[in-house]
């Protein structure tokens, strides 16, 4: 099965800093990425499927990119209310796996 | 406006059956894929099983392949997961989420969630 990781497992920044969480396959999975952002004792919600799409509704200030194996999640100016833990996860097939997910908090 | 409700969690025994529930609302239930993904306390997400709109593709995790059942009833618009065999590792927050289309698996928009605790 395709291993999903991510990089940071966390990280502390400034109001106003640019954040990137890079996500990682272990075998290419093509454009077939989403992200989804979790606040402290919230439901799940989707930011970005097919690696780059933003979902209606999502702030611009979020962006994804990349393709094969090597993925990003670009928020361009962090706001308090982006604290929260970020996941990617893969469907290009089955398992539909998660990566561990990046903890992002305000310095 | 979609709905995703679960129902059906709660305290059981290790070795132990449950079944979950997911009723759904505000969209045409028998056009889109349902899934469920669990979250142990403290930990991160985890998939666990996804049905196609007509149930034609079903696919687990391995760890609950065998022990749980993935189902739906497109006639009332609810989605199920049968859970047997139940270990103390699969205590957890369940979420119902909806995938964007017939055979397509990322999840939006996703229930609060019904927690199951094993433990004796």
């Known amino acids: 099965d395709i291993q999903m990781t991510q990089s940071p497992s966390s990280l502390s920044a400034s109001v106003g800093d640019r954040v990137t969480i890079t996500c990682r396959a272990s075998?290419?999975?093509?454009?077939?990425l989403a992200w989804y952002q979790q606040k402290p004792g919230k439901v799940p919600k989707l930011l970005i499927y097919?690696?780059?799409t933003l979902q209606s509704g999502v702030p611009s200030r979020f962006s994804g990119s990349g393709s094969g194996t090597d993925f990003t999640l670009t928020i361009s100016s962090l706001q308090p209310e982006d604290v929260a833990t970020y996941y990617c996860q893969k469907y290009n097939s089955a398992p539909f796996t998660f990566g561990p997910g990046t903890k992002v908090d305000i310095k | 406006e979609v709905q995703l409700v679960e129902s059906g969690g709660g305290l059981v025994k290790p070795g132990g059956s449950l079944r979950l529930s997911c009723a759904a609302s505000?969209?045409?239930?028998?056009?889109?894929?349902m899934n469920w993904v669990r979250q142990a306390p403290g930990k991160g997400l985890e998939w666990v099983s996804s049905?196609?709109?007509?149930?034609?593709?079903?696919y687990y995790a391995d760890s609950v392949k065998g022990r749980f059942t993935i189902s739906r009833d497109n006639a009332k618009n609810s989605l199920y997961l049968q859970m047997n065999s139940l270990r103390a590792e699969d205590t957890a927050v369940y979420y119902c989420?909806?995938?964007?289309?017939?055979?397509?698996?990322?999840?939006?928009?996703w229930g609060q969630g019904t927690l199951v605790t094993v433990s004796s």
């Open positions: 097919a690696a780059s």
């Open positions: 075998q290419g999975i093509s454009n077939y």
């Open positions: 049905i196609s709109s007509s149930s034609g593709y079903i």
């Open positions: 505000g969209f045409t239930f028998n056009t889109y894929s």
């Open positions: 989420a909806r995938g964007p289309g017939v055979t397509t698996y990322w999840f939006d928009p």
